[in-house]
């Protein structure tokens, strides 16, 4: 009745129960059914192809957002350059990731859990809508600084997220941009399978072109610009579409000095790209890989809710969190944080566990798994506290991620990782230490 499934059912599952149910008549059933479903964005359209044998029948449609490619962490600059020949270096921005579908004025723009994000930036599909060709680009939503031409903090642009309405005062203090960094489709041709080097140019093409003008009315105002100033203040600033700069590293320290240089522009870190490395919806392998400094972070499902104490009794304020199993059957408990959220953030996300909780315990409360949190720690511990075997020391909550849907937080995996890693540089220290003091 709700539209949401219960269960925790994934539609990879769903996948797999497709394939194996008609894949008799193709050559790698899973692959076909996994890209089928990627280009319409409906299993059950999937499931009718699939049972006719018409999987190759399966076309993209605009409007119907595509998987988002996804990149690996890495520990440093020397793992930045290990994977690749050639690499791609851009900045990676500190706001919410976005697909924007463009054709004949019109524009949507879906975040990375694929729900459609417009109604949040009103002034972005003006700017979006100009373009000569029919287009699907990948890019980053973010708050933007006028006149000086910066990305501000994510903290800055998350009061515009979920809102179906948008004030004049709120367009006017926290003005948005769409950097652009991945073209996905252009001019009728899906780009996915052509090389990201292919893509950037296409893309470079595309934004520098003259843009088309579409009269529309908005607001009882007549516009024919491709950057629209909204409501009756035109001190508000148009909406951007940006190219995200790229540069090029062929050594760590270039690496490493345009990640200083990225830390100084107010960014998390950077992005490293293979130039000849296609599109894989929904795939995180190593042909994109991420590089921050906060190591120690992890992106965790909440499980269970507590009420607090002091000031923030009647609120559910200590959260339970966990990490996916190897395989992401299961999630597994790994630490327990309450600070980092705004008292408003807490007294929002109260009603939401009160409205989706799955089993009431009286002070505590178990909940739908669906949120995802991004947590900080100082150390890492392994630990019978909690049923992954580790424990967090000292965690803290960085903020809440809308944009990533539950299967998109970390495993179990990456906490082995980063404990292997730790432990590797202590070593290190230790034998530096060793040498550097005589017996």
Do not use: C
């Not at 933007?144 to 800055?156: D, H, I, L, T």
């Not at 320290?253 to 240089?261: N, R, T």
């Amino acid at each position: 009745m709700t539209g949401d499934l219960r269960i925790g059912l994934k539609e990879s599952l769903v996948e797999e129960a497709i394939a194996r149910a008609y894949g008799g008549a193709f050559a790698d059933p899973l692959k076909d059914v996994q890209r089928a479903n990627m280009l319409l964005g409906d299993i059950g359209e999937t499931v009718r192809l699939a049972s006719a044998g018409k999987l190759a029948e399966a076309s993209m449609r605009l409007f119907h957002p595509l998987g988002f490619m996804l990149a690996s962490p890495i520990e440093s600059p020397e793992e930045g350059l290990s994977y690749f020949a050639e690499a791609a270096v851009e900045d990676k921005y500190d706001g919410i990731r976005a697909q924007a579908h463009v054709a004949g004025g019109e524009v949507k723009l879906f975040s990375r859990t694929r729900d459609e994000i417009t109604e949040s930036f009103p002034e972005l599909p003006e700017a979006l809508a100009g373009l000569p060709q029919d287009a699907i680009l990948d890019g980053e939503i973010v708050a933007w600084e006028y006149p000086a031409g910066r990305a501000r903090p994510f903290s800055v642009l998350q009061p515009r997220l979920g809102r179906k309405k948008v004030s004049d005062k709120m367009l006017r203090e926290i003005p948005v941009a769409f950097l652009a960094f991945d073209l996905l489709y252009a001019g009728g041709e899906l780009l996915l399978d052509r090389p990201l080097h292919e893509r950037a140019r296409i893309l470079d093409n595309l934004l520098a072109a003259k843009r088309v003008i579409h009269e529309r009315t908005d607001r009882g105002r007549n516009t024919s610009q491709t950057k629209l100033f909204f409501g009756d203040d035109d001190s508000i600033a148009p909406a951007s579409v940006i190219r995200a700069p790229v540069f090029r590293a062929a050594s760590p320290a270039e690496l490493e000095e345009l990640f200083a240089a990225s830390q100084e522009r107010g960014n998390e870190g950077l992005m490293i790209k293979d130039l000849n490395s296609a599109y894989t919806p929904g795939k995180r392998g190593k042909s994109w890989l991420k590089m921050k400094r906060e190591l120690a972070t992890l992106d965790v499902v909440v499980t269970a809710v507590e009420y607090g104490h002091g000031k923030r009794v009647g609120v559910l304020s200590d959260y339970t969190f966990a990490v996916w199993d190897t395989n992401k059957d299961r999630l597994l408990n790994i630490g327990k944080a309450y600070s980092g959220l705004t008292d408003a953030e807490i007294s929002e996300m109260t009603q939401w566990f009160v409205d989706h909780t799955v089993e009431d315990q009286g002070f505590r409360r178990v909940v739908e798994p669906k949120i995802v949190l991004e947590v900080a720690f100082n150390n890492m511990m392994q630990s019978d506290r909690h049923d992954s075997g580790y424990a967090l020391r000292f965690p803290r909550i960085v903020r809440l991620r809308p944009d990533k849907a539950a299967e998109d937080a970390d495993t179990i995996e990456r906490v082995k990782e980063i404990t292997n890693n730790r432990m590797n540089d202590f070593l290190g220290q230790a034998g530096t230490q060793r040498r550097s003091f005589p017996h």
